[in-house]
C-alpha cells in the first residue's frame, strides 16, 4: 500500500506539473513533440486522436517514475524544417518561454489549493488543541502553561486573537511566529474559566539549528495520560511486572500529569551513571497499587537516556472540523501560502546554516509517509499530496540550472542583456547544477536510511 500511495502521488504530481508547461506551450504556439511521464525507456506510448492544431505529440509512460518532461521543437537541439521555425520554442518571444517555464510550478500550486479546499470540504477529525506538559525551564513553562490546559485563541497580543480549531492548526500558525511574544488564550483542564498567558520573546540560546518556534517555546505535543501501551518482553517495564492499559500517576512521590511529563522523567533517569531504581503509583483496574521499576540506558544522538521498553500514552481527543464552499477555498489558500513560506523559510535556513542537513528528506521518507497518510484516511493522502504539491513548486523555482528556476535565471540574465547566455556557459552550469542535484539526492537518500532505522 505504501508503494502504490507513493507512486500514485508522484504520477498525480508529475502530470500536472509536465500537463502545465504543455497547455502553455500550445497555447503560445509552440510545438510538442513529448511528453513523458517518467524518465528512460517508454513503457506505454500512444498519441492523440484530436490533436491541438499543429501539434502531433507523443504521450509516454517511462520506466523511472522520478519525473518527468515536455520536449519541444527547438532548434538547439535538433535541425528544424523551415516551415516549423515559427512554432520552435527557441523563437519565441522572451515573456512567452518565460511563461511556459513558469506553468509547470504554477499548475502545482493550483492543484495544492485544490486538494487542501477538498480536505476542508470533506471534513476531518483533528487532534484537539490540548497541549501536554512543556519542557520545564522553557518560555511556555515559565508561563504559566500546564499539561492539558486546551488553547482556545492565539495572536501576536492579547487584543488581537483567532480562534483555534486544533492542534495542527496552532503548530501551522506558530511555525510562522519569530522570536517575538505570542499570546495563548488557554482552559486550564477541569475548568470551565479560561486566561491569557504571554509566551515572551525567546533567549539567543533557545533557538538552535534543529528548533522552530514551536519547540523553541518548550511545547511538545498533544496531552495524553500516562498510560502503557504494548510491552516489551525482557525490557524493564515487562521485568517490574507492567501490564498493558496501566496508568502511571507518580514517579517516587512526583505526580504524573501526562504522557509527555512521564517520557521526559523516565528519559532524565538515564543521565546518571547507573539509572536508579524508581517508585511508581500505579492505577490498574481501578485499583492503586505501588511499582519498583529499574529502568536501563540506552544512546539517542550521542545523550544517555533512560528506557523502560512500553509504548507510553494513548490516543489525543479529536475534533471535527468541515469547511463550507467558499470558506473552504480561503481556507485552502491561506494554507497553501502558509506551507510555501515555511517551506521557503526551511530552505533559506538551510542554506544560511541556521538548521541542520538532517532535515532533509528524501523518497524513501516521502513513500513512508504516503504509506503513513493513506492509513489515516483519504483527507490526510489528499494534504499529504497538496504538501508534496508545494514542495514540488518550491524546488522546481529554485534558481539552480536544469531546473525552471534555473531556465527563468537565464531569461532575467537575457532581459538585462539583450542576449542568451553562451552555449558554453550553459552547457557548465547545467552540468554543475546536475552535479548539485545528484549530490542532494544522495545526501537525502542516506538522511531517510538514517532516519528510517535500516542501518545498523
Known amino acids: 500500500m505504501t508503494l502504490f500511495a507513493f507512486l500514485l502521488a508522484l504520477g498525480v504530481l508529475i502530470t500536472v506539473h509536465e500537463w502545465g508547461h504543455y497547455r502553455v506551450a500550445v497555447a503560445c504556439g509552440v510545438k510538442v513533440l513529448t511528453f513523458s511521464i517518467g524518465f528512460g525507456k517508454p513503457l506505454l506510448r500512444w498519441k492523440s486522436r484530436k490533436p491541438f492544431a499543429g501539434q502531433d505529440t507523443e504521450f509516454c509512460i517511462s520506466l523511472i517514475p522520478l519525473g518527468g518532461y515536455v520536449k519541444m521543437l527547438d532548434e538547439n537541439q535538433a535541425d528544424v524544417a523551415p516551415q516549423d521555425l515559427p512554432m520552435a520554442f527557441n523563437r519565441q518571444p522572451l515573456w512567452a518561454r518565460a511563461a ?71 503548530r501551522w500558525w506558530m511555525l510562522q511566529q519569530d522570536a517575538s511574544p505570542v499570546y495563548l488564550e488557554v482552559q ?51 521485568a517490574a511486572g507492567l501490564l498493558r492499559h496501566d496508568e502511571v500517576l507518580r514517579i517516587d512521590g512526583h505526580p504524573v500529569s501526562d504522557a509527555g511529563m512521564f517520557r521526559a522523567m523516565v528519559r ?73 513560506v515555511m517551506t521557503l523559510d526551511m530552505l533559506w535556513r538551510l542554506v544560511t546554516g541556521d538548521a541542520s542537513l538532517d532535515n532533509l528528506s528524501g523518497p524513501l521518507a516521502m513513500a513512508d509517509y ?57 552547457e557548465i552550469t547545467q552540468r554543475a547544477g546536475l552535479a548539485m542535484l545528484v549530490a542532494l539526492m544522495f545526501f537525502s537518500l542516506f538522511n531517510d536510511v538514517v532516519r528510517l532505522g535500516w542501518l545498523p
Open 188 to 238: 486550564p483542564q477541569g475548568r470551565k474559566t479560561s486566561q491569557v498567558l504571554r509566551l515572551s520573546e525567546l533567549s539567543e540560546n533557545a533557538v538552535s539549528k534543529d528548533s522552530n518556534p514551536w519547540q523553541a517555546r518548550g511545547l511538545t505535543g498533544a496531552w495524553s495520560r500516562a498510560v502503557l501501551g504494548d510491552v516489551q518482553l525482557g525490557m524493564p517495564a515487562h
Open 370 to 426: 504516503a504509506g503513513r497518510s493513506v492509513s489515516l484516511g483519504i483527507g490526510s493522502y489528499l494534504s499529504y499530496l497538496a504538501l508534496l504539491s508545494v514542495s514540488l513548486c518550491v524546488f522546481n523555482l529554485l534558481p539552480l540550472p536544469v531546473l525552471d528556476g534555473g531556465h527563468l535565471l537565464y531569461y532575467v540574465y537575457e532581459a538585462c542583456t539583450g542576449h542568451p547566455p553562451s552555449s558554453a556557459w550553459l
Open 268 to 340: 532524565a533517569s538515564g543521565q546518571t551513571h547507573v539509572p536508579s531504581l524508581q517508585t511508581w503509583d500505579i492505577l490498574r483496574d481501578g485499583h492503586l497499587i505501588q511499582i519498583d521499576v529499574q529502568p536501563d540506558q540506552a544512546k539517542e544522538n550521542g545523550k544517555q537516556i533512560g528506557r523502560i521498553g512500553a509504548q507510553v500514552g494513548e490516543s489525543p481527543a479529536k475534533v471535527w472540523i468541515q469547511y463550507s464552499f467558499l470558506d473552504g477555498i480561503d481556507k485552502a489558500i491561506d494554507q497553501t501560502w502558509e506551507v510555501m
Open 100 to 170: 511556459i517555464v513558469s506553468a509547470g510550478p504554477l499548475a502545482n500550486l493550483i492543484l495544492a489549493v485544490c486538494l487542501y479546499a477538498a480536505t476542508f470540504w470533506i471534513g476531518q477529525y483533528e487532534t484537539q488543541a490540548t497541549l501536554a506538559s512543556p519542557v520545564s525551564g522553557s518560555v511556555a513553562d515559565a508561563a504559566g502553561l500546564r499539561g492539558g490546559d486546551t488553547v482556545l485563541r492565539a495572536g501576536v497580543s492579547a487584543e488581537s486573537m483567532h480562534e483555534v480549531v486544533s492542534l495542527d492548526a496552532l
